[in-house]
């Protein structure tokens, strides 16, 4: 028990830690999705790759992993998937046959517009502050990447 309260005494307790407080508001917005998603037969990640695609056709798949924070092995089982469900097509460049290009079929673009987020930003209880709270998790991200990366440029 003494050794649990010296822990107290310096702060580390789980819900003093930022990253738990994200990573369990991530865990706690997939269980929110997951019916909505169900509903339409998708997983987060293949709903956010179609979010992401309808911002901007004929997309490579190495940009669309960037937006996503996604690698290539991971992000293309998912591309393959929803390519079989009929939501995207993809193609190669026919300037560069390296590329392979992703665009939403007119059935993604339609299930896009349905806008299955509206009832999580009403659910999240925040009103007025959901952008304010989206963009300082955004720049916390951006921070952290920044930084990251700046320390591995140091190690090279």
């Known amino acids: 028990m003494a050794r649990s309260l010296k822990a107290a ?4 307790n789980l819900s ?3 990253c738990f407080a994200v990573y369990s508001a991530n865990l706690a917005f997939g269980r929110a999705y997951k019916p909505l998603l169900d509903k339409v037969g998708l997983t987060y ?4 790759a179609l979010v992401a695609l309808s911002d901007e056709d004929e997309q490579t798949v190495s940009a669309l992993g960037e937006k996503l ?7 293309t089982p998912i ?7 009929g939501y995207l097509k993809r193609h190669r460049d026919p300037a560069d046959e390296r590329q ?7 059935a993604g673009r ?5 806008d299955l987020g509206e009832s999580l930003r009403e659910a999240s209880g925040l009103g007025d502050e959901f952008p304010v709270v989206q963009k300082t998790v955004s720049r916390l991200r951006d921070n952290l990447l ?3 990366q700046a320390g591995d440029e140091k190690k090279r």
């Open 9 to 12: 005494d310096k702060g580390r």
């Open 16 to 18: 003093n830690f930022l």
């Open 45 to 48: 990640t293949q709903y956010i």
């Open 69 to 75: 924070f996604l690698e290539s092995n991971t992000l």
């Open 79 to 85: 591309l393959k998937k929803l390519e079989q469900t």
């Open 100 to 106: 392979v290009r992703i665009s939403l079929t007119p």
């Open 110 to 114: 339609k299930l896009i517009e349905q």
């Open 146 to 148: 920044r930084n990251t």
